[in-house]
C-alpha cells in the first residue's frame, strides 16, 4: 500500500521557476522547480545522506536503481497496449533536428508530449482519462511523413478517437470492469465475469497462505478461445527486461550490504526467471525480516491500484537510504503498535493479539521507476499479502526527502483562500507540516498493519473485488485520524499538544470534501481510490454530525467552507466508521462496502465543484506534482564501478528522452 500527497498538502505548493535545461552538481541554492505544464509541475529532490554512504553502498544502490529502469517499459505497456508505439513515436519527434522547435504546433505537442512521459501513457494518472490531443493533427501526420515514421491504424485511433478506450481504469458500479477499462492487463475481449470464473477455480496448496493470483501476469486469450495468464518473466512476456532487471539485480546481490539481503535478491532473482509466485512470497518474507541495512529498495510487481479487478500489481521500484536522525525520531510508532492495536476502537474480534515484525524508517529516496515515478508515494507499506503481514511482519517508510521537496516549494495560495479564518490559516502553518507526517506515519505504520480477517474469509480481492483498494486506504486513514489526536501522541513524545491533530482535522475534512476536486473535470466523477477514500471518510463524517453541528458547512461572502466545531466529537465518528470498516473488510461484506463507497466516496457535488474550480483558478496552480530523479554516475577504475557520484537534472524532458534511449527494451 502507498500513500500518495494529499490535496491537504499539495494546496501548499504553488509555481516557482520556469526550466533551466542544465545539471547541476551541488550548490546551496538549489532549484526545486523545473517546469510547469498543464496542471503538472515538476520538482527535483535531494539526497541529503548520499555522502553518508560507504563507496561500496552508493555502488549498490546504483545497481539497483539500473534495475529498477530496466523495467520501465513493463509499466508503459501495461498501462495500455498502445503505449510504446505511442512514446517511440514522441521521442522520435522531438529528440529529430529536422523538427523545426520554434513554431506553435510543434509547442502543442510537446505539451501533449510531455503529458503522456508525466503519465507512463496517454491516459491520466490520477484521472485515469485519456488526454485530448490538443495539438495539430494535419502537423502531426506531416512530421510523421517527413520522418519516415509510421503509426498504426488502431495506435493513430487511440490518440484522436475521443470515444476509443477512454478510460484507462472504469470502476464505476455497474459496468463491465473489464471491458469498461483501457489497461492492458487483460486482453481487450475478456469479460470480468470470464475473470471471476477463471480465479475462482484457482486452488491453494495452503488456503491459509494463498499466493497473489494473478500479481505477475497479463489475462489473455489464446487461439482457440481459452483463457490463460501471460506471465511475466525471463523467459515469458516482457522477457527482454526482465533479463536487463536480473542482471542488474546480481551485480547488486554482489555488492549488498549483509547476507540476509544477499539471499533476499537471491529470491527475486529467482522470482523473475520463474515467475512463480510462491517464490515472491519466499522473497517477501526475507525482505520485509532484514532491517538493519542502510540501502533498502522495492522492486516488483507491487500495487493493484491499476487493476480494475484488484489483481495485477504495477511494476515500480524505489531504491532508498536510510535518514538516521529522522528514524531514529520516529521509531517510537514502531515500537508501541502493540498499543495502537490494544486501543483502537474496532470489535475485539477483529483485532491481532499480536502485532509482529514492524518496521518503520523515514528514507531518502536515491532513485524511483515504473508505478513511483514521474508521480511519486510520500510513504509505502509492504508487503501487501495479509497472511505474510500477520506472520511476517511489514516495513513502513516515509519518503523523507520527496515529503521535504514538496514544502521547499510550497507556497500559501490555497491555504490562504481555503481556510476559514486567520486562526485556521496560523495553525496550519505552524502545526500543517508536523500533523501530515504523522499522519502518514500512523497511517503506514499503524493502519495497513491493524486488524484481521475472519477464519475461511477470502482475501480483500476476492470478496471486496473493486472497492478493496479504497477501503483499505480509507480504514488507514481512519486508523490514523482516530489516534492523532490521542493522549498517548504527547505521552510518547511526538506532539506537545494537539494542535498538530487539529490542523490535520482541518486539512482532511476541506481536502475530502472540497479540495481535492480540482483534480477532475466538471461533470466527472471521483475514480481514483485515494481521492474516493478521502471523500467517504469526509462525507460520511460531515452527514453524520450534522445534527450536532460537528462540522458545520459556513457561506461567507459566496465562499464555502467546512469548520469543524467539536474535533473531539468528530473523532468519535472516525472510530465509529474505522470499527464499520475494519468490519466489512474481516466479514468480506462486499454489498455494506459498495454502499459506503458508493454513497459518499463517488458522487461529486456539482456546486462544490465549480466553486473550488473558480476560485483555485485565479491562484494558477498545478493541481499535481513530480519529479525528475538525481543521475547516478558510475565511476569507473580497471572496468569496475568503485564509486558513484550524483548529479541533479534540471530537465523533465531530457531525463525522459535518455531514458527511452537507455533503457527500451521492449
Same mark, same amino acid.
Request: contains cysteine; aromatic residues 10%.
Given at each position: ?17 520556469s526550466c ?7 550548490t ?7 517546469d ?27 545497481h ?5 529502469l530496466s ?36 509547442k ?7 503529458r ?9 494518472h #490520477?484521472s ?9 493533427? %494535419?502537423?502531426f ?17 487511440a ?7 477512454v ?10 470492469l473489464?471491458l469498461g ?5 487483460y ?21 491459509? /497462505? ?17 483463457i ?18 536480473? +542482471?542488474h ?5 554482489? %555488492?549488498?550490504?549483509?547476507?540476509s ?11 523473475? /526467471? %520463474?515467475g ?35 489483481y ?6 524505489i531504491?532508498q537510504? +536510510?535518514d ?8 517510537v ?17 477483529h ?17 524511483e ?12 507499506? !509492504? ?8 506472520e ?14 514538496y ?23 505552524k #502545526?500543517?507540516?508536523?500533523?501530515s ?14 486488524g ?14 473493486n472497492?478493496? @483498494? ?6 488507514a486513514? !481512519? ?7 490521542d ?10 499538544n494537539?494542535?498538530?491533530g ?5 486539512s ?12 477532475? !473535470? ?18 460520511w463524517?460531515?452527514?453524520k454530525? +450534522?445534527?450536532e453541528?460537528?462540522?458545520?458547512l459556513?457561506?461567507i461572502?459566496?465562499? %464555502?467552507?467546512?469548520?469543524?466545531n ?18 466489512i ?12 463507497v ?17 476560485? @483555485?483558478?485565479?491562484l494558477?496552480?498545478?493541481a ?6 538525481p ?10 564501478i ?5 548529479? #541533479?537534472?534540471?530537465d523533465? !524532458? ?7 534511449k537507455?533503457y527500451?527494451?521492449?
Amino acid at each position: 500500500m502507498k500513500t500518495i500527497i494529499s490535496m491537504g498538502s499539495l494546496a501548499l505548493i504553488i509555481s516557482l521557476n520556469s526550466c533551466n535545461h542544465k545539471e547541476e552538481m551541488k550548490t546551496d541554492d538549489f532549484q526545486w522547480q523545473i517546469d510547469r505544464f498543464e496542471d503538472v509541475k515538476i520538482l527535483r529532490y535531494k539526497i541529503p545522506s548520499w555522502e553518508n554512504l560507504t563507496a561500496k553502498q552508493r555502488v549498490f544502490a546504483y545497481h539497483l536503481n539500473e534495475a529498477g529502469l530496466s523495467g520501465r517499459d513493463i509499466m508503459w505497456d501495461c498501462n495500455y497496449r498502445h503505449n510504446l508505439e505511442i512514446r517511440k513515436i514522441l521521442e522520435s519527434i522531438i529528440s529529430n533536428n529536422e523538427i523545426n522547435h520554434s513554431t506553435q504546433e510543434y509547442k502543442d505537442f510537446e505539451v501533449y508530449a510531455k503529458r503522456v512521459f508525466f503519465a507512463n501513457g496517454i491516459h491520466h494518472h #490520477y484521472s485515469n482519462m485519456k488526454f485530448e490531443p490538443k495539438f495539430d493533427k %494535419t502537423w502531426f501526420l506531416a512530421s510523421l511523413k517527413s520522418l519516415n515514421l509510421e503509426l498504426s491504424e488502431e495506435a493513430h485511433r487511440a490518440i484522436f478517437d475521443s470515444e476509443f478506450d477512454v478510460k484507462k481504469v472504469n470502476r464505476a458500479d455497474g459496468v463491465d470492469l473489464l471491458l469498461g477499462s483501457a489497461v492492458n492487463f487483460y486482453a481487450p475481449d475478456i469479460t470480468q465475469l470470464e475473470a471471476e470464473k477463471f480465479y475462482s477455480s484457482k486452488k491453494d496448496i495452503d488456503p491459509e /497462505r494463498p499466493v497473489s493470483h494473478g500479481l505477475n501476469s497479463r489475462l489473455s486469450r489464446d487461439d482457440n478461445g481459452a483463457i490463460y495468464e501471460d506471465v511475466f518473466s525471463a523467459s515469458g512476456r516482457y522477457g527482454n527486461s526482465i533479463q536487463q532487471i536480473i +542482471k542488474h539485480l546480481e551485480k547488486a546481490r554482489n %555488492t549488498a550490504e549483509n547476507d540476509s539481503q544477499s539471499k533476499a535478491l537471491d529470491l527475486l532473482i529467482q522470482y523473475y /526467471r %520463474t515467475g512463480d509466485l510462491s517464490i515472491w512470497d519466499q522473497y517477501n518474507i526475507e525482505w520485509v525480516s532484514n532491517t538493519e541495512g542502510d540501502v533498502d529498495y522495492i522492486n516488483g510487481f507491487v500495487e493493484v491500484y491499476n487493476d480494475p479487478m484488484g489483481y495485477r500489481g504495477s511494476y515500480e521500484t524505489i531504491v532508498q537510504i +536510510k535518514d538516521f536522525y529522522a528514524s531514529e525520531r520516529m521509531a517510537v510508532v514502531a515500537d508501541n503498535v502493540q498499543w495502537f492495536e490494544d486501543n483502537s476502537p474496532i470489535n475485539k474480534n477483529h483485532k491481532k493479539d499480536s502485532v509482529v515484525g514492524v518496521s518503520y524508517k523515514i528514507v531518502q529516496v536515491a532513485g524511483e521507476a515504473g508505478d513511483s515515478s514521474p508521480s511519486t508515494p510520500i510513504g509505502v507499506n !509492504l508487503p501487501n499479502a495479509n497472511w505474510i503481514r500477520a506472520e511476517h511482519g511489514s516495513k513502513s517508510v516515509s519518503l523523507g526527502n520527496i515529503e521535504d521537496a514538496y514544502q521547499q516549494s510550497s507556497g500559501k495560495g490555497m491555504a490562504n483562500e481555503f481556510s476559514f479564518s486567520k486562526m485556521h490559516r496560523e495553525r496550519a502553518e505552524k #502545526y500543517g507540516e508536523l500533523g501530515s507526517k504523522m499522519h502518514t506515519a500512523l497511517h503506514e505504520v499503524v493502519g495497513h498493519a491493524s486488524g484481521i480477517i475472519n477464519p475461511g474469509v477470502g482475501t480483500p480481492k476476492e470478496t471486496l473485488k473493486n472497492y478493496s @483498494s479504497t477501503l483499505e486506504e480509507a480504514r488507514a486513514d !481512519l486508523v490514523a485520524l482516530y489516534f492523532i489526536l490521542d493522549d498517548k501522541m504527547q505521552e510518547l513524545g511526538l506532539m506537545k499538544n494537539k494542535e498538530a491533530g487539529y490542523a490535520e482535522y482541518d486539512s482532511y475534512i476541506s481536502n475530502g470534501m472540497m479540495l481535492q476536486l480540482r483534480r477532475i !473535470l466538471p461533470g466527472e466523477n471521483i475514480e481514483e481510490d485515494h481521492m474516493r477514500n478521502r471523500q467517504l471518510v469526509a462525507s460520511w463524517a460531515f452527514e453524520k454530525g +450534522k445534527e450536532e453541528n460537528v462540522v458545520e458547512l459556513k457561506n461567507i461572502d459566496n465562499k %464555502t467552507y467546512f469548520v469543524i466545531n467539536n474535533y473531539d466529537k468528530l473523532r468519535e465518528y472516525f472510530g465509529e466508521l474505522l470499527n464499520e470498516i475494519q468490519r466489512i473488510k474481516s466479514e468480506g461484506d462486499y454489498e455494506s462496502g459498495r454502499v459506503l463507497v458508493e454513497n459518499y466516496g463517488v458522487k461529486v457535488d456539482p456546486k462544490i465543484h465549480e466553486e473550488v474550480l473558480r476560485r @483555485s483558478k485565479p491562484l494558477n496552480l498545478a493541481a499535481y506534482s513530480g519529479f525528475v530523479n538525481p543521475k547516478m554516475i558510475p565511476i569507473v577504475n580497471n572496468d569496475s564501478i568503485v564509486d558513484v557520484d550524483i548529479a #541533479y537534472p534540471k530537465d523533465f !524532458l531530457g531525463q525522459i528522452l535518455d531514458y527511452g534511449k537507455d533503457y527500451s527494451f521492449e
